[in-house]
């Protein structure tokens, strides 16, 4: 198809968005598949491209590859059982995903959390925040080409973070530790001195990042100018998370809803300036050394106490006819679950909102009129995990 | 607002070399100290084990007859809660003794297929005999991808010391509270004993008790 061609047909089926691209000549658009098994997807996910000469004129982000029916199936099974369904949601992340749904099912039953299991929640969920970061810079950074050692540095810091997760929880990514009205077990005195030790190892690693990364000229030039999001068109979309706040919006759930305890934390939102990737690679550093002093904080203060509501049930939880809507700053965006409970056993209706989804549906308008080559560059910026994002 | 890097056009590469320094540091550092080896020769070297870690659901027994000392009996709660119902039971006709003395079924087949088992524990949690437990085993790869994957009374049954060993402060816990659901009943059965007026007569034999 020629590109006035495509101009055209634009027009009939009503597309609202300008025509962006001027073409300077006649040449024949190429469409290019991009994925399901592009080794940038981070899984299967499919960007069909058409492409005049390098320039993106259109990009059609096609997922599903990965539905594994998971409203449905909370839907069936009772509200405990659809907990470990949660940690499969977003992989990386899997205790803000229990965070969430914890949250969720408290706010409809009006279950309190004792003071130590709320420290707890903050301590795991800013831990998974970090290595939430430092893994998606790496990834980044490996889609630019540099193959392999941001990542590494990255995941060997992740592997620390990983084996406090596995000595509390007892898993490393499906942890399946909160539960309706505290934590599952809790923390020995060793463990938590196991973590202040890597949390005081944090800052010397993104020291190492920074050193690395910040200032390397060839990462600013693919990265400064690349994929600019503008404010207005982020909040329209509905944009969350670190890309937002890159788009120089300042919103943050834990400052706005300040849910469980982060209103006793002091924290600053990083805010971008020139809504481009490379305001995104920044915010998630920053972000990473805001977290790390929540960290000190929260392992400063933690009380002794029970990590669990004495009153609350494992078994036979039924909660009384209602409905919630519970979210909270995941290192992605905001994570949301909307339940209704008919009084049975089990959810009346099961609903996510997840932040990977939301943030991709931006992904065109971002990528228009840019190199093909940056295009995945702008994807790997908007740190998606596709487990999130078809479910 | 793209930052010039360049000098009159030429790119001098300060960040660059900055990093390449940063590589060098950990390229270097790895021959020194021991922390910054990260990774270890998989099959001859293993790392500690993690004392929390959970792997597969097993069976706890006590003694030394995996069928007599079976916690397990068959009230098939693990069952019913199991997310993914990878869980399969049937109930015995006849009672044995339970961990704590009482008269119990017991399971005449118990079949975990752990192709489909996800590892989340909620059996372990909802289970109010302390009979199922978490493994640590991971080499678990087999060539027969159906039958040697579902895994059956047998196979899953493992001993109270070995729980033990993987387990060592939760079985301690477990232990403790099995003792003094033991002593419960035993204080119980005695009160009967005494009423009955069978005085001077022996109180009957604690059953199996867990060896610890």
Redesign the interface.
């Known amino acids: 198809m020629t590109l006035t061609g495509f101009v055209q047909e634009n027009k009939k089926v009503g597309w609202n968005r300008p025509p962006v691209i001027e073409s300077d000549g006649e040449g024949e658009l190429l469409e290019v598949a991009m994925g399901p098994h592009h080794p940038s997807t981070h899984g299967v996910f499919r960007m069909d491209v058409a492409l005049d000469g390098e320039r993106v004129i259109r990009l059609k982000p096609v997922f599903g590859y990965l539905h594994r029916n998971h409203e449905k199936i909370a839907e069936g099974t009772s509200f405990l059982g659809s907990m470990p369904y949660t940690d499969r949601l977003d992989y990386i992340c899997s205790l803000t995903n229990n965070w969430a749904y914890a949250l969720t099912v408290e706010k409809l039953t009006g279950q309190e959390v004792p003071e130590r299991a709320e420290y707890l929640r903050v301590i795991l969920g800013e831990l998974t925040r970090v290595q939430n970061h430092a893994s998606s810079i790496g990834f980044l950074i490996q889609e630019m080409g540099a193959s392999g050692t941001p990542l590494m540095y990255a995941f060997r810091e992740r592997e620390k973070i990983l084996d406090l997760f596995e000595g509390l929880t007892g898993s490393r990514m499906m942890c399946n530790y909160m539960r309706f009205g505290g934590c599952r077990v809790d923390a020995s005195p060793a463990w938590l001195d196991a973590t202040r030790k890597v949390v005081s190892g944090l800052p010397g690693f993104i020291d190492e990042v920074d050193r690395l990364l910040s200032s390397n000229e060839i990462l600013m030039a693919r990265t400064q100018g690349v994929g600019i999001l503008r404010p207005e068109l982020a909040v329209n979309a509905g944009v969350t998370g670190p890309m937002l706040r890159a788009s120089g919006v300042n919103y943050d759930i834990r400052k706005v809803d300040g849910y469980g305890i982060y209103n006793r934390f002091n924290f600053r939102v990083p805010l971008g300036d020139h809504w481009d990737v490379y305001d995104r690679f920044m915010i998630r550093m920053l972000e990473m050394r805001e977290s790390i002093r929540m960290l000190e904080q929260a392992l400063r203060e933690i009380p002794a106490g029970p990590v669990m509501d004495p009153k609350a049930k494992i078994r036979g939880f039924r909660p009384k006819p209602g409905e919630a809507y519970g979210r909270i700053e995941a290192p992605k965006g905001e994570l949301g679950f909307y339940l209704i409970s008919d009084g049975g056993p089990n959810p009346y209706r099961y609903r996510v909102r997840p932040p990977s989804l939301i943030n991709l549906t931006i992904l065109e308008d971002m990528c228009l009129g840019q190199n093909v080559a940056d295009v995945v560059l702008i994807f790997g910026s908007v740190d998606i995990v596709l487990g999130e994002v078809d479910r | 607002?793209?930052?010039d890097?360049t000098v009159g056009g030429i790119?001098l590469?300060?960040?660059?070399l900055?990093?390449l320094?940063?590589?060098a540091k950990?390229f270097a550092g790895s021959f020194v100290s021991a922390e910054r080896l990260?990774t270890v020769e998989y099959p001859e070297q293993r790392v500690a084990p993690?004392?929390?870690?959970?792997v597969f659901p097993f069976l706890v027994y006590d003694g030394k007859d995996w069928e007599a000392g079976m916690r397990c009996v068959a009230c098939q709660?693990c069952e019913k809660?199991c997310?993914p119902k990878c869980i399969y039971i049937e109930k015995s006709k006849d009672k044995k003794p339970d961990a704590v003395g009482k008269p119990q079924f017991y399971p005449t087949k118990f079949d975990i297929d752990i192709s489909v088992c996800?590892?989340?524990?909620?059996c372990v949690?909802?289970c109010p005999f302390e009979a199922i437990k978490?493994d640590t085993e991971f080499e678990l790869s087999t060539e027969d991808r159906f039958g040697g994957l579902l895994l059956g009374r047998e196979q899953l049954s493992k001993s109270n010391e070995y729980y033990h060993e993987i387990h060592a402060t939760e079985a301690a816990n477990v232990d403790a509270s099995l003792a003094a659901g033991r002593a419960k009943v035993d204080a119980k059965t005695t009160a009967v004993a005494i009423a009955a007026a069978v005085r001077g007569a022996e109180v009957p034999p604690r059953p199996a008790e867990g060896g610890d």
């Open positions: 607002m793209i930052t890097n790119l590469g300060e960040g660059i900055k990093g320094t940063e590589t950990n990260t993690i004392e929390a870690t959970r709660i809660e997310p996800m590892s989340c524990q909620i949690e909802v978490m």
